[in-house]
């Protein structure tokens, strides 16, 4: 009964402890630079130019995997009602396979996109 209560605060202590080797770290070594003379203007992660924004390859990508997922359902419909596959099988392997498509042409459609801006 102890070890369920126990999980809890060991994930949220290592996930703490990740986040503070990783900041303190990256903070040491950007203390060292800049005293052996480095420019600070390193540290800004500037946004390249033509560059499409982020929002935008976001709701691309959402909106591709939403519509292999639509898609996925409607041909295991097909496949369990007029083919008659089982459902178990049908169902869950359309979903993957369609929306791993969906995917894939969202990373295509990423990369022309940012090839035009």
Do not use: C, H
Request: proline share 3%; net charge neutral.
């Amino acid at each position: 009964m102890g070890s369920e209560v126990i999980i809890l605060p060991v994930i949220f202590g290592v996930i703490f402890a990740i986040a503070y080797l990783y900041f303190s770290t990256r903070n040491k070594e950007r203390l060292a630079l800049i005293e052996k003379g480095a420019d600070a203007s390193i540290f800004v992660k500037g946004r390249r130019e033509g560059a499409a924004p982020f929002w935008k390859i976001v709701i691309l990508n959402i909106a591709l995997l939403l519509i292999g997922v639509g898609i996925a359902i409607f041909v295991g419909s097909i496949m369990v009602y007029n083919l008659g596959m089982e459902e178990e099988v049908a169902y869950p392997g359309t979903i993957f396979t369609l929306a791993g498509v969906g995917l894939l042409v969202g990373f295509a459609m990423t990369k022309r996109l940012e090839k035009e801006n």
